[in-house]
């Protein structure tokens, strides 16, 4: 058996690794899984895709934006369509073309309003009845008009980034 080569990212690119069990109740936040085209922008390890996948949701409807270009070209492999660009250039381009009605992120903290207004521009019901949910991990200190805080995260869950942290939904009709 082989054993897999350990992932390493530069720490200039605040990739911070969401945990499998955060990930999962992030992806029971988004509500049923469906038919869903799903985003997760600035997808670095990959760790919400596969809570997605695991969770039953399909591959065929994922769709990830990584810059890191060893991220996107082998840790996300396999999970679904990966673009390798900046989310923020990709989304200022596709925005008004695409609609995504599940986007699930846990952006850079440094630019997190940034990350959360792009992906809201690109958030729509896409031919759904029910409204679009973004769901993201933030920092605490994070605050949005249509934002509900649906659970704070223990101060340890990202101790190297020393950033407490919360996780949001923000629904469109």
């Given at each position: 058996?082989?054993i ?5 990212v530069?720490?200039?690119?605040e ?16 509500g049923?899984q ?6 997760e ?50 989304a ?6 695409v ?12 630019d ?15 031919g ?15 605050q ?30």
């Amino acid at each position: 058996m082989a054993i897999a080569e350990p992932v390493t990212v530069d720490k200039f690119t605040e990739c911070h690794v969401t945990p499998s069990d955060v990930a999962a109740r992030m992806v029971g936040y988004l509500g049923p899984q469906g038919d869903y085209l799903t985003l997760e922008p600035s997808a670095g390890t990959g760790q919400l895709s596969k809570a997605l996948l695991a969770a039953g949701h399909s591959k065929y409807e994922l769709v990830q934006v990584e810059r890191h270009i060893k991220l996107a070209g082998g840790a996300l492999h396999g999970f679904g369509s990966v673009i390798n660009r900046c989310f923020l250039e990709w989304a200022a381009e596709v925005a008004g073309k695409v609609e995504f009605p599940r986007i699930i992120m846990n952006p850079p903290f440094s630019d997190v309003r940034k990350h959360v207004a792009a992906a809201e521009s690109l958030l729509g019901r896409g031919g759904h009845l029910e409204p679009a949910v973004l769901v993201a991990l933030v920092p605490i200190t994070f605050q949005h008009r249509s934002a509900e805080t649906l659970e704070t995260l223990p101060a340890d869950t990202f101790a190297t980034a020393r950033v407490n942290t919360k996780i949001i939904r923000i629904e469109k009709p």
